[in-house]
């Protein structure tokens, strides 16, 4: 059996910056073990497979894949897979269609437009950002030490470290500094013993930025990401940190986030966030993607 397979840079408007995803359409009778082996073989942070949506009236299921293990949401193959899908069939000039994705995590809607040679795409968070449960989120002195920096690096303008989830669970280390973030490195044995205390390997580091809200980057060695060049989920996750600390009143706001630029493949995030009464109402994210590679490949057996 063969496959058609793209590839694309999202979180970018254009190639080789951003975060790659590969998308591999048709996957209906693909097992969870070959969609696994093709997302090693694909090698990327993460690969999305499309397949017929169990509710006609929506786009497509689809289901995601680090090298490693299968996740329930993640934001860049949202972005990338729902445009490509908006954009596969329908020819010259702007439009503005809503995509459906049904996602492990649960459904995901997903606004897509075109306005001259620009795609973007805007999709509501599945699971609205929330404490963990019995968490136990490591503080300054120990995130600074897995990430080898000192401990007045960790914390600024009245934001702490966090533990949150929104379907994947992330570690927040708010960062001090630029200097500081460019510096910072997971740091064994401590990254270890953080995240087996907090039960997740990934670590979003965050600081304010020079040219947009927040500069960003995220490790997650033990998930086969040793650092990921745009993180979605994290970056939607983080309007619970970001209400923690007193960032965010009640109304929309809305926040630009840079990624990846230490990678050498620059991301940009929008992250909108609704507050009523002070708690989270709604979060999405927004993003360009660019087609970069397409072609067919052989089904494991």
């Known amino acids: 059996m063969k496959l058609d397979f793209h590839t694309c840079d999202v979180f970018t ?18 097992t969870t073990a070959q969609m696994q082996t093709l997302a090693r073989e694909f090698n990327l942070s993460e690969t999305i497979f499309v397949q017929r949506p169990a509710n006609p ?17 993640a934001g860049h193959p949202t972005i990338g ?50 404490e963990v449960n019995g968490a136990n989120p490591a503080n300054a002195v120990q995130i600074a030490a897995a990430l080898g920096l000192a401990a007045e690096d960790i914390g600024f303008d009245g934001h702490a470290p966090g533990l949150w989830q929104g379907g994947p669970r992330f570690h927040y280390a708010p960062v001090a500094s630029l200097a500081a973030l460019a510096k910072a490195r997971p740091m064994e044995p401590t ?18 930025g020079q040219d947009c809200d927040f500069r960003s980057r995220m490790f997650g060695p033990g998930d086969g990401a040793p650092e990921d060049p745009a993180t979605g989920s994290a970056s939607a996750i983080l309007a619970a940190q970001l209400l923690a600390s007193g960032a965010l009143k009640d109304g929309e706001t809305r926040f630009t986030l840079h990624q990846g630029v ?15 009464g002070g708690a989270l109402q709604e ?12 072609g067919r490949l052989a089904a494991p057996t």
């Open 13 to 30: 408007d254009r190639h080789f910056a951003g975060n790659p995803l590969a998308i591999v359409l048709g996957a209906d009778e693909l």
């Open 57 to 73: 009236a929506h786009t497509a299921r689809v289901r995601i894949f680090l090298t490693m293990a299968e996740i329930p949401f």
């Open 81 to 130: 897979c729902a445009i490509h899908l908006a954009t596969a069939n329908a020819g010259p000039g702007d439009f503005d269609r809503e995509i459906t994705l049904e996602e492990e995590a649960g459904l995901v809607p997903v606004r897509v437009w075109r306005r001259g040679d620009v795609t973007q795409a805007e999709f509501v968070a599945p699971v609205i950002p929330h």
């Open 191 to 208: 990254w270890s013993e953080v995240a087996a205390q907090a039960g997740t390997a990934m670590m979003f580091l965050y600081t304010k």
């Open 262 to 276: 230490e990678m050498g493949r620059p991301s940009v995030i929008e992250l909108i966030v609704v507050v009523a």
């Open 283 to 294: 979060v999405r994210i927004a993003g360009g993607a660019v087609p970069v590679s397409e």
